[in-house]
Structure formats: C-alpha cells, structure tokens
C-alpha cells in the first residue's frame, strides 16, 4: 500500500479497486436504461463530488436525472446549501435528503414533478402508464434506505457495507411509480486518490482493500484540517500539530485504548473512529467545497 502526496502536502491512499461484480452491475444497468422514465442519482452530501460517478454521465446522459445528496442530516448545513447551488446552476433537478418521511415525500414529489413530461406524453397518446424510475449511485451510499422509504417498509436489502445489493430489482412504491433498486457502480480506475480514500471514509470501498491504519490517519488529517477544535475535544488530541501514526497513538491515549503494558490498540482505535464518522456522531461535516460561481468577468464570486 502506497500512499501519495497531494499537492497540499496531505497523504492519500493509493487504492485500486474494481472488481467483478462493479462491471457486471455496469451491464444491468445499461440493459435496464430503456425500460426506465427517468434516473434518481444519490450521492453522499458529506462527498458531493467524489461520491458520483462519473461513467454514469454517459450513461444516461439522454435520460432525465433527479439528483439527490443522502445523510445530509450528517453534512454542514452551509455547505450543502452551497452544492445544491452549484447543481442548480448546471442545470441538474437537485434536493439534500436524509431519512425523514419529509423528506422522502419531497423526493417522491420531485421525482413526479421531473417525469411530468412522460406522463403528459402518455396522456396524449391515451396510455396510462406507471412511471418507472432507475436509482443508481457509488456502494453504500443509501439507494437501498432510500427505496425502503419510499416503499414504507423492508423491501430492498439494506446494510453497512457496500456490495449488499447484487441484482436489480423492481418495486412498486405507489400505483403510479416504480423504482428500481441497482448494485452499486464505481468507475473502472481510481485515478483521482483523494477522491478514493474519502470514499474508503464513509464505506463505499470494502475495508479489505486499504490499509486500515493509513486510512484512520487520512481521516484524522483530514478532520484537523476542517473542523480542528472538535476533532481535537472528540479524541483527546493535545498536539494540533501531530500528524501520521503519531496522531493515532495520540488518540489511543487520549480516549483510553491501549492494552496490557500501554500498548496502543490500533485496531480498536481504527474500527471507532471510522464507525463514528460513518454514524455522524463526530459532527456534521462537509470534507468537498462547492465550486463558487463565476463573475461574467471569469473570475470566482464569493459565496
């Protein structure tokens, strides 16, 4: 395991990953894409960027696509609020969402209010039609919850790792609209690793493919950099300037996990800090800022 610099100094896994499974959930998505209306894209709000594929773009690029950002209840409010402007802005059908049935009703009605051409098109010709809506996105990050939701029940297998869902399946939510549950799809190559550790951070790559304790030092720095004072309340953090396996020890120390001999209990250290991350119990927190819009002048306004 490698890891590279970054042009801010900060170090990022060097994670290859593209097994089997991802290429077969490609070709059961492009042999479904004709049977559906329109796309429902989920990305994570704490990752706007790094959580979208960016092969779906070919993909369904001739489909109408609602874009939703999942656990914002977990992301800085400010911040999303920023994304969705950005999306907006290039044009994309856009809402933050998290699990309440708030929100699952506004997505519910945002997904009609997108297909309202294909149900005024069938209503000319005569033909009453279910509307049939695809929901992709990267592992993990919520298609399955957010199927349920719409459901109001335990119809699509859910969990928290990525891989859970292996085959498409339909369900039918209301008598007017379909959804189709999809495996999670990366992209072939990881070229971009900061992109690939921060999906490693909310579990869309499967643990065995990093090194563990590279990756709990990636998410502490990247913690210091954002939100430094609470990261450092949270874990016991006495020296800011701490960086690498000598922060992780630190940490072991701070919060207690350490063996006999005061031996520091990585491992321990490693599946909590991870765990309260992917949780929020670490805080909201936004780890991508939104491109700020352009002045007619080429020059970027502050938000």
């Not at 969705?84 to 994309?92: D, V």
């Not at 922060?247 to 063996?259: I, P």
């Not at 001999?261 to 250290?269: E, I, K, P, S």
Request: net charge positive; aromatic share 6%.
């Amino acid at each position: 395991m490698v890891a590279l610099p970054t042009a801010e100094g900060v170090f990022y896994l060097d994670i290859q990953w593209y097994p089997g499974h991802m290429a077969k959930a490609k070709r059961l998505l492009s042999a479904q894409l004709a049977k559906v209306d329109l796309v429902v894209e989920l990305c994570d709000a704490r990752l706007p960027l790094s959580s979208r594929n960016p092969a779906l773009d070919a993909l369904i690029r001739h489909k109408r696509r609602v874009l939703l950002l999942c656990k914002a209840d977990l992301a800085e409010h400010a911040k999303t609020q920023a994304w969705l402007a950005y999306f907006k802005r290039q044009g994309t059908e856009v809402m933050a969402y998290d699990k309440s049935p708030q929100k699952t009703k506004q997505a519910r009605q945002l997904i009609e209010v997108a297909a309202q051409d294909v149900l005024e098109r069938n209503r000319r010709r005569g033909i009453q039609k279910t509307l049939r809506a695809m929901v992709v996105g990267v592992p993990n990050v919520g298609k399955s919850t957010f199927i349920n939701r719409l459901y109001g029940g335990s119809i699509a297998k859910t969990g928290d790792r990525p891989g859970v869902t292996k085959s498409n399946q339909w369900v039918k939510v209301s008598p007017y609209l379909e959804v189709l549950d999809t495996p999670g799809m990366l992209w072939p190559k990881l070229n971009d690793q900061r992109a690939a550790t921060r999906l490693a951070y909310i579990g869309t790559i499967r643990d065995a493919v990093y090194d563990q304790y590279e990756l709990c030092v990636n998410l502490l720095e990247d913690l210091l950099s954002v939100m430094p004072q609470r990261t450092m309340e949270r874990y016991k953090i006495k020296d800011a300037e701490l960086r690498g396996y000598p922060l992780l020890e630190e940490v072991c120390r701070g919060r207690g996990f350490l063996m006999r001999g005061g031996v520091c209990d990585l491992d321990r250290a490693c599946a909590v800090i991870l765990d309260e991350f992917r949780e929020g119990k670490v805080g909201k927190i936004t780890l991508e800022e939104a491109p700020k819009p352009e002045r007619e002048d080429g020059h970027a306004e502050a938000l």
